[in-house]
């Protein structure tokens, strides 16, 4: 018996209204594998993680996640969303937001159970927030607050991490820290994130969804200065960083 | 001082026993509700439902005294009003995205109209627009607090049952849709929890006024608080000493204790956000 694939879609369109955002993706994410979905502003990353969550439907085609349809998985995706537009008064604590992750998950009524409360502390602990559970959220400092939104995410027990540009914002030292919390994490889940910074991520993830007007799947090692041109136009500048090959790197 | 003739006066008038005790029993559920009106930013459709209440409140009376429809009391008509304008503006605001604010304006103001129509249309004194504008928490009498009593009850345990909803709901409404939460469900429930918590405060410093008091002791009560239940707690406890205090401080000079109460809740109010920026 193999197991679903994480993310598969076939022959899929999207479209709002007549306009075409989306055409002919096939894609294939196997469980376990740390992902990147790379492209530029209005290019359709964004379009494409909201029909993985199932916000949006298909105009054609076939879109399942870990096999079924995409609302029906929510539950198993963690979600990790852009930069949250808070209010910064707004009155919870780095615990309190943790917590949310537990609906769904926890009893409808009433207050959190204790079992709640143990777990989304075991995930603060995880993404090294446990002596912040207690600070005021808008006090914590952009990486920490993004941290306390991967703990969120884990509280619901996810299969996969879904992270919408999760280092906008973010200085690069703090970056890299990030960066490899998520490796830490993808021992034991599917990660896939969204980003418009391709040189950083290849760094770090296996393989990269380049969405521009069709979607490609890249091996990390296969992204040259021509691929990057190719998506973002020629007169991007290019930084290079050290890219690291992958194992399975070369199955394009 | 002035003042200090309400206290002995309290144990001889029935009618100020009632109107403490509404006092502090609507100051409940404007903790509560306040403290999600102003987390939430809602309270323009706040404003606007406390308005449209007007029109339960005129044709309520027109039917009591023109058709002798007894069983429509006031407050009664109120609930009705209020819950209907919240639905109106929940509706439309799911709906059609842009243009809210016009349509709560227009809640707001054909609300007040049609009020006014009512109750210029029966016979008797008119003295009762006065007292639905601004407030005649001297009024309230016995039956009033047994509906206010079970009003806030209801609020309260509706809040208790589905606090962690209505929290995520304000906090993150994309998030809460993608762990199972009915957010425009739970949207509604707020709004209709906001309508029955005005027609409370409604009479207690009338129509104009109850934006103030749902809104600004949650308002200071958010500067001090680091989680919701504070802030709750907070923002009712100082409704409480508005209130009191609002009617204290009215007593012995004859002033209108509505209008004295919002004085005291907006200069606490000013002088808080004056000194304190951030927790």
């Known amino acids: 018996m193999t197991p679903h694939s994480a993310l598969h879609c076939e022959n899929m369109d999207f479209a ?26 209005g290019s359709g990353k964004t379009t494409l ?50 917590l949310m992750g537990r609906l769904g998950v926890t009893r409808r009524w009433g207050s959190w159970l204790r079992d709640d409360r143990v777990q989304a502390l075991a995930c603060l602990e995880q993404v090294g927030l446990a002596d912040r559970a207690d600070h ?9 607050k993004q941290r306390t939104l991967i703990a969120r995410a884990l509280a619901g027990d996810p299969q996969m991490l879904l992270l919408d540009e999760p280092t906008s914002g973010l200085d690069a030292h703090v970056e890299e820290t990030f960066y490899r919390l998520l490796q830490e994490l993808n021992r034991q889940l599917t990660i896939v994130l969204v980003s418009h910074d391709l040189g950083f991520v290849s760094g770090f993830v296996r393989s990269v969804i380049c969405v521009g007007r069709e979607v490609v799947v890249h091996p990390t090692s296969n992204i040259t200065g021509e691929v990057i041109a190719d998506l973002y136009g020629s007169d ?13 790197g070369h199955e394009h | 001082m002035s003042f200090l003739e309400f206290f002995p006066a309290l144990s001889d008038h029935a009618f100020l026993q009632y109107a403490l005790l509404a006092g502090l029993l609507a100051s409940i559920s404007c903790g509560v509700v306040g403290t999600f009106v102003v987390i939430r930013r809602i309270s323009y459709i706040a404003g606007g439902i406390a308005h449209s209440v007007l029109a339960g409140l005129g044709i309520a009376h027109y039917l009591n005294v023109v058709h002798g429809v007894h069983w429509l009391t006031p407050m009664l008509g109120s609930v009705l009003a209020a819950l209907l304008s919240a639905s109106i503006i929940g509706w439309v605001s799911l709906r059609l995205h842009q243009r809210e604010d016009t349509v709560i304006g227009a809640v707001w103001a054909v609300g007040m109209a049609l009020g006014i129509v009512m109750i210029s249309l029966t016979p008797g004194y008119t003295t009762d627009l006065m007292s639905y504008l601004f407030g005649n928490i001297l009024m309230v009498g016995a039956r009033d607090l047994w509906l206010v009593g079970a009003l806030a009850l209801l609020v309260v345990g509706v809040v208790a049952l589905f606090h962690k909803q209505l929290l995520a709901v304000c906090f993150d409404p994309e998030f809460a849709t993608l762990r199972g939460v009915r957010v425009q469900a739970f949207y509604f429930l707020l709004l209709g929890l906001t309508a029955l918590t005005v027609v409370l405060l409604v009479t207690v410093v009338g129509i104009i006024l109850v934006i103030a008091l749902l809104t600004l002791p949650a308002a200071i009560a958010n500067l001090f608080a680091r989680r919701l239940w504070q802030m709750m707690a907070l923002a009712a406890v100082l409704c409480a000493i508005f209130t009191t205090g609002g009617l204290a401080l009215s007593y012995g000079p004859d002033l209108p204790a509505g209008a004295v109460t919002i004085l005291l809740t907006g200069t606490s109010f000013f002088a808080v956000a004056m000194v304190k920026r951030r927790p």
Do not use: W
């Open chain 1, 16 to 41: 709002y209204e007549r306009d075409m955002v989306l055409r002919d993706v096939n894609l294939t994410v196997p469980q376990g594998d740390f992902v990147s979905i790379v492209g530029p502003n």
């Open chain 1, 236 to 248: 991007m500048r290019l930084i290079r960083h050290d890219h690291r090959c992958s194992d399975g």
């Open chain 1, 49 to 98: 993680l909201k029909l993985v969550l199932g916000l949006l439907k298909p105009t054609r085609g076939r879109i399942e996640v870990f096999g079924q349809q995409p609302a029906r998985a929510r539950r198993r995706i963690g979600y990790v969303p852009q930069h949250p537009r808070l209010d910064p008064l707004f009155p919870v604590t780095a615990l309190d937001v943790t």
């Open chain 1, 136 to 144: 005021h959220f808008a006090s914590l400092s952009g990486g920490q």
